[in-house]
């Protein structure tokens, strides 16, 4: 579905990913951790077409992405959830919904665009409850169960999400995390980056270990579960053992 | 759009009609100018409104759109075209040459440029008197001229304009905040100081004698005293016409992206908004609103000075806008009716512009979302509607004898 190879990117003259090649199969949920700064933002946002890469290809089904703008990925169904959310705070749910629906304005598409809406309202009820509320007023959780059905309105085959569980009461953590892995049933590929590694291995099918711009390891979620390194830094195994 | 979104609109062309009739029948026609000046000024406002409240992008500098419009207008439709029609192209590049400057970078031009174009100047102009694009006239000497007829200057008007608007607007909306107000804010002053500098726009003097503007039938714009009534429709039409464009494009889903926008300009790119693209597109419609404005009353007005250029106006514009609550078009419209019309009566004086600085100054610190908002209007409407009942209530009970002991009492035992 989604392939990356060799990708170089930054900002300006900054060069952030150092040839990372990561690969999302289809129906798969992948996840890419590391710490602060490794670059994992920067490279959701270079394969979103928000930053240009220096180096390196992204092909999505099977197409170059080269020469496609932001707009134009978001059409070909490869669709950024942003670090952080950004709602849009002064609309209401709704027409943040309906924003997400953007790009499909044919005629026959209104009825499919509330149809749409109502499965949002399916899969995150508290959004059909909030409807005409401020996107601004609703708590962290909210806002990112808003973002992430905003991002579905556009009915994306690749989901990518930065940082979902930023910020966000653990219990509504594993709730979004839930829904993602019922989405994935229904077809749904899944590029997710996380800082919280426990949480994002634990739906992940396979996943790659990103630190100071490179993949440092990589393999299926047994795998890393069980690497002893990946388990030291991410997963706070053994820190007993260091104090000694 | 539905039939809720429809009322006021419902409401303006019967308060439209409700004005006309009172005024007329009060016999206090002098009303009338102002208000329809006040008109004409609105729509600047209402584009500035799409531009600044709902895709978030300030502009100080659409004074210079509306002077690009009416300056061009007053121009076309008064100045003498019939030497230029009947010489050369050589000479029409000399003499636009000498009209804008000192420098005769018309010898810069390929000589023969008429020539490799093919088109003789003559032909050019037979065009235009088929299309019936040139009328005569006479200027205040009373010697003939051969202007352009105002339904043509319109066109020309409002294209420059929007062609200037798209010039400007693509490096400029690149900028945000503080940086974009700077820079429109510079466009301004640019186009004032080309009106001084300009013989063709009557330096300071600015242009007088435009004709009226002859639409259909009967109906004119021109400020005869015989056509006020007539000409408060006109403008209270137009104004309609625009304000039921400016709803429709904010109910869209256009009007949703531009929110959007507002909201934050990355967010909506990962929606696939083209934030640009969109940008560009209200500023020029801003733009054409303003120019759109100063066409018309030109037209009403006979005449065009240089007060009209300068940067305070912009200000007036953008303060009545923060005043009316910048995304409420309604707001915004009673707004700037009725502050425009107070500062055209002259209420405010000497210190006209002062009072609109501080306008904006007071709304900015005190009421950063303007006057007219459904919130401040629901608590008037409480809070009054618990006053009442409490009235009420205090009268029954007094009725049956208890009397509520007075709080002061109270606290003096």
């Not at chain 2, 300056?71 to 040459?97: C, G, P, R």
């Not at chain 2, 409002?158 to 820079?183: D, S, W």
């Not at chain 2, 209530?393 to 049956?400: I, S």
Request: proline share 2%.
């Amino acid at each position: 579905m989604l392939t990356i190879r060799n990708l170089q990117s930054g900002y300006h003259k900054l060069r952030v990913l150092k040839g990372v090649s990561v690969h999302v199969g289809e129906n798969e949920i992948v996840t890419v951790i590391g710490p602060n700064g490794a670059g994992k933002s920067t490279l959701l946002m270079t394969v979103a077409g928000i930053l240009k890469p220096f180096a390196g290809t992204v092909t999505f089904d099977n197409t170059d992405l080269e020469s496609f703008s932001a707009e134009k990925r978001v059409e070909a169904g490869c669709v950024l959830v942003p670090e952080g959310r950004r709602v849009f705070s002064t609309l209401t749910v709704k027409e943040n919904l309906e924003l997400g629906a953007f790009l499909r304005s044919g005629k026959n598409e209104k009825s499919a665009i509330q149809q749409d809406i109502e499965r949002m309202y399916s899969l995150f009820p508290v959004l059909q409850k909030r409807m005409k509320q401020m996107a601004g007023t609703l708590s962290g959780g909210e806002q990112q169960m808003l973002a992430i059905a905003r991002a579905l309105m556009s009915r994306p085959k690749l989901l990518m999400m930065d940082e979902p569980s930023m910020g966000i009461a653990p219990i509504i953590v594993s709730q979004i995390f839930k829904t993602i892995s019922m989405l994935r049933e229904e077809g749904l590929s899944v590029l997710l980056v996380e800082q919280n590694a426990k949480k994002a291995l634990s739906i992940a099918d396979r996943g790659y270990v990103l630190e100071t711009g490179q993949i440092v390891v990589s393999g299926s979620r047994e795998e890393l579960l069980e690497n002893h390194d990946v388990g030291r830094a991410y997963l706070g195994k053994d820190y007993s053992t260091i104090d000694e | 759009m539905n039939i809720r979104q429809y009322l006021p609109a419902a409401v303006f062309l019967g308060a439209l009609v409700a004005v006309q009739l009172v005024i007329s029948l009060t016999g206090a026609a002098f009303y009338f100018t102002q208000i329809t000046m006040s008109f004409y000024y609105t729509i600047v406002v209402i584009g500035l409104c799409l531009l600044m409240g709902y895709a978030g992008q300030i502009s100080l500098g659409h004074a210079g759109f509306f002077s690009i419009g009416a300056y061009m207008q007053a121009m076309l439709t008064t100045h003498d075209f019939s030497s230029i029609i009947h010489s050369s192209w050589d000479e029409v590049f000399k003499n636009v040459s000498q009209i804008f400057g000192t420098v005769e970078w018309y010898e810069l031009i390929p000589e023969k440029i008429g020539a490799i174009l093919g088109i003789p100047v003559k032909l050019f102009v037979g065009l235009g008197d088929i299309f019936g694009m040139f009328v005569p006239g006479t200027d205040g000497f009373g010697n003939g001229i051969l202007s352009y007829a105002p339904s043509a200057a319109l066109f020309i008007s409002l294209l420059t304009a929007i062609g200037i608007a798209c010039l400007i607007g693509l490096p400029v909306l690149r900028l945000k905040g503080h940086y974009l107000a700077m820079a429109t804010l510079g466009f301004g002053i640019i186009i004032s100081t080309i009106v001084f500098g300009t013989k063709l726009f009557g330096e300071a003097d600015g242009i007088s004698r435009v004709p009226a503007f002859h639409l259909v039938g009967p109906l004119s714009i021109n400020g005869g005293m015989a056509d006020r009534t007539v000409n408060y429709y006109i403008a209270g039409i137009i104004l309609f016409i625009v304000l039921i464009v400016s709803m429709h494009i904010v109910a869209s889903r256009v009007g949703r992206a531009l929110r959007a926008i507002h909201g934050n300009e990355q967010a909506a790119g990962s929606l696939g908004i083209n934030a640009m693209r969109y940008k560009l597109g209200v500023f020029v419609l801003s733009a054409l609103f303003a120019a759109i404005a100063g066409v018309f009353l030109v037209h009403y007005n006979g005449s065009i000075g240089t007060s009209e250029t300068s940067v305070l106006k912009s200000v007036r514009y953008v303060s009545i806008v923060a005043a009316g609550g910048m995304d409420s078009i309604w707001g915004v419209v009673a707004m700037s009716m009725g502050l425009n019309f107070v500062s055209l009566r002259g209420y405010f004086g000497s210190f006209d512009e002062i009072f609109f600085a501080l306008i904006l100054v007071v709304t900015m610190l005190f009421l950063p979302r303007g006057l007219f908002r459904k919130e401040y209007l629901e608590v008037v409407i409480k809070k009054t509607r618990r006053l009442t009942r409490r009235m009420v209530l205090k009268r029954k009970l007094e009725k049956k004898g208890i009397v509520f002991a007075n709080k002061k009492k109270d606290d003096e035992k």
